[in-house]
């Protein structure tokens, strides 16, 4: 039920395909960084003149096909799993606004260091996506939809270490999705009350 159901998470998978198919036949290929800023990439000279759109635009842009397939693997496996907890209205809306979040971390910390480079990704994104199941987790005693409190840490470990290990990944904005998804969930999810079924066990 919560995978048939999922259907924001269905649809966000659907445009970040889309997009990367549109730019590698229209644009040109997504490896390069010059066909990147073309497209819309996060290029933080472009965004400090003025083309704020492209924080959004970035969301939804990969560099290369491992980068797509990488991130659309984990937000299939994170996102369905908020979508059920969090309701379908309340999940797009974290998801938009904390990668607008992370995406705008990136920017500041680029331009504070002068690095003129352009970012693509819906990393920040999942990351929010990650910390709002984390906190969901722990609000519901350790394990929500099928995914316990290790899981999630043992995720997160692996995916912190692989963003400061890699020299082209953006670790500012996966921490700020990271954090910004996590308060985001603090606010937005309310846990069942009284004697209703306990909805957010495991999932057969």
Known sequence: MRNRNAFVTYALIAINVAVFFIDEIFVGSTLDTGVLIRAG???????????????????????????LLNNMLMLFILGTSLEYLLGH?????????????????????????GANVVS?????????????????????RGQAAGLSIRQMLIMLAFSVYFSFIGSNIAATAH?????????????????PHG??????GSIM
């Not at 921490?175 to 846990?191: D, E, K, N, P, Q």
């Open 175 to 191: 921490i700020a999705g990271l954090i910004s998804g996590f308060i985001a969930a603090v606010l937005l999810y309310r846990r």
């Open 41 to 67: 990439g996060a290029y933080a000279p472009y965004i400090s003149s003025g083309q704020y759109w492209r924080l959004f635009t970035a969301m939804f842009m990969h560099s290369g096909m491992q980068h």
């Open 195 to 200: 004697n209703q079924p306990y909805r957010y």
């Open 120 to 140: 693509v990704g819906a990393s920040g994104a999942i990351f929010a996506v990650m910390g709002a199941v984390i906190y969901i987790v722990i609000r519901n």
């Open 89 to 113: 209205v309340k999940y797009a809306v974290l998801y938009i606004m904390c990668g607008l979040v992370a995406n705008i971390a990136a920017w500041r910390y680029y331009t504070a260091a």
